[in-house]
């Protein structure tokens, strides 16, 4: 999937576009050879918000791309331009991932892309991509819908966590975390769906986890306990668990679970470590619950993850 073809039309919403050109154009970590060839299309000069940009080919470059992504459209009312969705369409029926972004998704349904499968948009378009296009089984609750070979991103902020997700899908999670760390985001958000792994975004130098949460990253092979970390932050329970949650979403055993996956993920796709060794390292204890962990939070068991991401 080395080429992504972003379809550019009058319009468009910047933040999504742009989003999708700050990630894909250079791989920030160098650790993924090869990168990704982005490539924006569009029928000449196109008026995104205050901006104009100046495509680099025109529509029909979408059907010779590995990946398409459509970015949102500002008016999702209106019927999409006819020359995208014809586009767009011979891109699918030439084998392309076809990707949206909020409001894109309107564009690949009006292609009769999502008929018959899971999609997103959104919050506030949902319903009307459901009344519009009654074959779109639409999804309001997620942060984005993986089809395969046809991906939707709910709105704005929900196009990064697709792109990393894309990311992580070509390149292995230790990119798609490392890409994340340069974009100053979470590498996952919980969307309600079998997604990768939660992160929380890390606290500021200032708030009262900040010398927390390293202290616990450098001891997750170790049986930490919520007592431990409110005693290692000298505060109650209590007032860890109200910290924690606002700073992370998350409860402490929450957050410590889905560090210990992280931790088995980044050993998985990079050491020949046994699964056994693997569960230990990560905090997991025994292999057998490691595999039971991992495969309800990744959707895979850790060998057939292993099989899929392993570098080098």
């Not at 046994?274 to 060998?303: C, K, N, W």
Request: with cysteine.
């Amino acid at each position: 999937m080395a080429t992504i073809a972003l379809a550019a039309t009058d319009g468009m919403l910047h933040f999504e576009l742009a989003a999708a050109c700050e990630i894909f154009v250079r791989d920030p970590t160098g650790l993924a050879d090869p990168w990704y060839d982005l490539v924006v299309c569009g029928r000449g000069p196109v008026g995104v918000g205050r901006f104009t940009i100046t495509p680099d080919q025109g529509l029909d470059h979408l059907a010779r791309a590995d990946t398409v992504i459509v970015p949102a459209i500002e008016n999702p009312d209106a019927e999409p331009p006819a020359d995208l969705v014809d586009a767009v369409r011979a891109a699918h029926a030439a084998g392309a991932r076809m990707v949206s972004f909020c409001t894109g998704a309107f564009v690949l349904a009006a292609a009769g892309i999502l008929d018959g499968l899971r999609a997103t948009t959104h919050w506030a378009h949902t319903d009307a991509l459901a009344a519009r296009y009654p074959r779109v089984h639409v999804d309001p609750d997620v942060l984005y819908v993986d089809n395969g070979t046809v991906l939707a991103s709910a709105g704005k902020a929900a196009a990064i966590d697709l792109c990393l997700h894309l990311i992580r899908r070509d390149h292995g999670s230790t990119v798609a975390n490392a890409v994340a760390r340069r974009l100053v985001v979470p590498p996952h958000r919980a969307g309600g769906q079998a997604q990768y792994v939660t992160t929380p975004v890390p606290a500021r130098e200032d708030h009262p986890l900040a010398a927390l949460l390293p202290w616990a990253m450098a001891r997750l092979d170790r049986p930490l306990t919520v007592a431990d970390l409110a005693r290692q932050a000298t505060m109650s329970t209590r007032n860890l668990v109200r910290h924690f949650t606002a700073a992370t979403g998350a409860t402490p055993s929450q957050w410590l679970a889905t560090q210990r996956i992280r931790r088995a993920q980044e050993l998985l796709e990079n050491t020949d470590d046994s699964i056994d060794a693997v569960a230990e390292a990560s905090g997991m204890g025994t292999a057998t619950t490691l595999r039971r962990h991992f495969q309800r939070t990744v959707g895979v068991p850790p060998d057939a993850y292993r099989r899929t991401f392993r570098r080098g």
